[in-house]
């Protein structure tokens, strides 16, 4: 399996066969001088993301409306964003307003010239209804009263071709007369259904007579109690984009071995001079599998239910809620997009390639800041008891034109517990006693010592300054030193709770092969510390990135933050620790 993983490292966009088929289509026009019901000339190019209303989007999702609204956008065309609310069941409103959401957050929306192409496939049901009527009288669907049991028996298996239904040839009339009293609430669920009249003994299965429609007592969202029959996936959506002038629909490959059934649906409705040709063609695309993550609602869902993380929105979720609030940028996802391509064949994305996306994104971003994740005290003995001197840090190293910050140096400090060792180890440049180094932005100082507690651990560090070796005076040249690490001032510093986050999973694969990714859970994918911040961050808004220096990108989380009291979360560390 890990031979598998793709990493996208190069950073060359990924070769994508759809654009080569959109460009054959551009170069003999096939869509070329098509009009909607006013006259206006259809763009050539339309695509769809068509997400069913029952949960959160996750980052599989968020490849499929790149990939959709983004080739709609290069090729100056259209997608529609259609919810796919045929099933009436699961759906609700609160999964709706969500998806809007997160769709617009990506970056895009689906109003052009032509108008605002948000759609419910539930807006649809009369026509659906009416072109099944249609299939019924021209003798290419039929109502069937067979038991459940009873079709699927005869539905065959892969060796063997199914039996034809003893409705099979009932007249049109009767399937008819049967399907309006279904649709009138005569029946009980599942008491008829009706059927489409191809090939019981075709090899491919979904073509053996599939359902179209079934009984259904049940409320809708949208459409409240007015129907109880509703549409069958397969039936719903090549109508839905044949209504929306698709002309590329893009899907994933499990639905390879339906596109007969999309095209033979579309070429009836054709003749019944329901839709014109050219009629949408269906292409199928490999899902996006991300190594340390899951990308099924039902498994996503049940993380959320046994609370296993804090909600949909938790960091370590890969739902578009959970990215955005870990501090992923949309700009970061569509790079990872754009990073992966997309294949033909499915295999799995390693993470590091969507991190390594918001590192290139969040590099030339994100402004810097100091922040000390484990504090130990710095004494300087001999710094002015109430001395507070102003230093001053580039907002970004390599954009001199965002300005500066600045921040106090005083008599005590707080530094990274690593940065000082009694007994330094071989190669150690940091603090320890004879030992001289540079306090970033500020002076070089001289270890001379530590205090201790009781039990012998270290409590504070003690060192001496140099007040002519300040960060960016003449004096500074004259002090080498190898060692240059970060601190705040223990007086001014803000004191923040920050959430370090890391991956869920240990496993790259947690569910695949139909295992168990409850025993792949990382105990260490949260921990919350109390850090000391350069005291700008207190300014630091829901949302606001930054780069922690020396640590990684941290963002001010979106729920949690107070007015100056902002609390982070860490996106990603500054190197991929998890490669081999
Ligand atoms: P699930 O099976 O987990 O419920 P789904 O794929 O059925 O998810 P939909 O709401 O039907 O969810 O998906 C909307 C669109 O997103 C579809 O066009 C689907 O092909 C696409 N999509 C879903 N998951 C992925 C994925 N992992 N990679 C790429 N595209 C995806
Ligand atoms: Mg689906």
């Not at 307003?97 to 192409?117: N, R, T, Y």
């Not at 060692?483 to 496993?507: K, M, P, Q």
């Amino acid at each position: 399996m890990s031979n598998d993983i793709k990493n996208g490292a190069d950073n060359a966009p990924a070769s994508n066969f759809l654009r080569s088929i959109i460009e054959e289509d551009l170069a003999t026009g096939k869509y070329a001088k098509r009009t909607d019901p006013n006259g206006h000339l259809l763009p050539q190019v339309i695509t769809r993301f068509p997400p069913e209303p029952n949960g959160y989007l996750h980052i599989g999702h968020a490849k499929s409306i790149c990939l959709n609204f983004g080739l709609a956008r290069e090729y100056n065309g259209r997608c529609t964003m259609r919810f796919d609310d045929t099933n009436p069941t699961k759906e609700e409103q609160e999964y709706v307003d969500a998806i809007i959401d997160a769709v617009e957050w990506l970056g895009f929306d689906w109003k052009d010239e032509g108008g605002d192409h948000l759609y419910f496939a539930s807006d649809y049901f009369d026509q659906m209804y009416m072109m099944a009527e249609y299939l019924i009288s021209a003798g290419h669907a039929y109502v069937d009263s067979q038991s459940a049991e009873d079709m699927a028996k005869n539905r065959g298996n892969f060796s063997e071709p199914g039996k034809n239904s003893p409705f099979r040839d009932r007249p049109a009339a009767e399937s008819l007369d049967l399907f309006r009293r279904m649709r009138l609430g005569e029946f009980k669920d599942g008491e008829h259904i009706l059927r489409a009249k191809i090939d019981m003994a075709s090899p491919n299965m979904n073509m053996r007579d599939p359902a179209i429609y079934r009984i259904r007592h049940a409320h809708h969202h949208r459409t409240g109690d007015k129907w109880c029959v509703y549409p069958m996936y397969d039936y719903a959506h090549p109508i839905e984009d044949a209504i929306e002038y698709v002309t590329h629909s893009f899907c994933t490959l499990e639905f390879q071995d339906h596109r007969p059934l999309y095209d033979w649906l579309l070429e009836r409705l054709a003749e019944g001079g329901f839709f014109k040709h050219p009629l949408p063609k269906q292409t199928e695309f490999a899902r996006l599998n991300l190594t340390y993550a899951i990308t099924s609602k039902r498994k996503l869902l049940q993380l959320v239910e046994e609370k296993i993380v804090d909600g949909w929105d938790d960091p370590r979720m890969p739902t578009i809620v959970g990215i955005r609030r870990r501090g992923y940028t949309p700009e970061s996802i569509q790079l990872f997009c754009d990073r992966v391509g997309v294949a033909k064949a499915d295999s799995w994305i390693d993470m590091s390639t969507l991190e390594g996306a918001l590192r290139d994104d969040l590099d030339a971003k994100a402004p810097r800041a100091v922040a000390v994740l484990r504090p130990l005290k710095l004494i300087i003995d001999n710094f002015p008891e109430n001395l507070v001197d102003e230093c001053t840090a580039p907002v970004h190293p390599h954009h001199p034109e965002r300005g500066h910050r600045t921040f106090p140096i005083t008599k005590e400090l707080w530094i990274e517990e690593e940065d000082f060792m009694e007994t330094p180890t071989k190669g150690y440049f940091r603090l320890f006693p004879g030992n001289k180094v540079r306090l970033r932005y500020g002076y070089v100082v001289e270890c001379t010592g530590c205090d201790k507690d009781a039990n012998g651990k270290v409590i504070a560090v003690r060192c001496n300054y140099f007040a002519d070796s300040k960060s960016g005076t003449e004096g500074s040249n004259n002090y080498k030193v190898k060692g240059n690490i970060h601190w705040v001032s223990a007086t001014h510093a803000l004191e923040a709770e920050v959430r370090l986050y890391d991956r869920l999973f240990t496993d790259p694969t947690p569910d695949a092969g139909g295992k168990d990714f409850k025993t792949a859970l990382n105990p260490n994918s949260k921990e919350i510390i109390t850090a000391y911040l350069e005291h700008g961050m207190k300014a630091a808004l829901p949302d606001d990135k930054f780069q922690f220096e020396r640590h990684g990108y941290f963002v001010a989380d979106r729920v949690d933050s107070k007015p100056g009291k902002p609390v982070f979360n860490r996106v990603t560390t500054l190197k991929d620790s998890w490669t081999k």
